[in-house]
């Protein structure tokens, strides 16, 4: 399974950047998919997941700022980021996964990931 991230790049504050996952390599429609983020120092956090069917879950600290959705035409799962703070600052990794009952549980499949910088 290859996991191609993109999108990432510097914004203001306050502003939005939309990240892709390209997949290849598995039947992707089955999969749940995940972002997930690293910030220096920090260990990686899971950020959004989206279960095979298109529901979304979220971390409380990206609520209702960021949007996760998926294409399954394209083998592409998007992470739309609005209102970016400082804190969001890192590198954002897609990855594959499984949901059971409500709990995400991530393949070892990770992409290069991609470097998101908020700062004025």
């Known amino acids: 399974v290859q996991l191609q991230a993109s999108g990432g790049g510097l914004v203001q504050p306050g502003g939005s950047l939309r990240l892709s996952c390209a997949a290849s390599?598995?039947?992707?429609?089955?999969?749940?998919m995940g972002w997930y983020r690293q910030a220096p120092g920090k260990q990686r956090e899971l950020v959004a997941t989206?279960?095979?069917?298109?529901?979304?879950n979220y971390a409380d600290s990206v609520k209702g700022r960021f949007t996760i959705s998926r294409d399954n035409a394209k083998n592409t799962v998007y992470l739309q980021m609005n209102s970016l703070n400082a804190e969001d600052t890192a590198v954002y990794y897609c990855?594959?996964?499984?949901?059971?009952?409500?709990?995400?549980?991530?393949?070892?499949?990770w992409g290069q990931g991609t470097q998101v910088t908020v700062s004025s």
């Open positions: 990855n594959q996964g499984a949901t059971r009952r409500g709990t995400y549980f991530p393949y070892d499949y």
């Open positions: 989206i279960t095979s069917g298109g529901n979304p």
């Open positions: 390599g598995s039947i992707f429609s089955r999969n749940s």
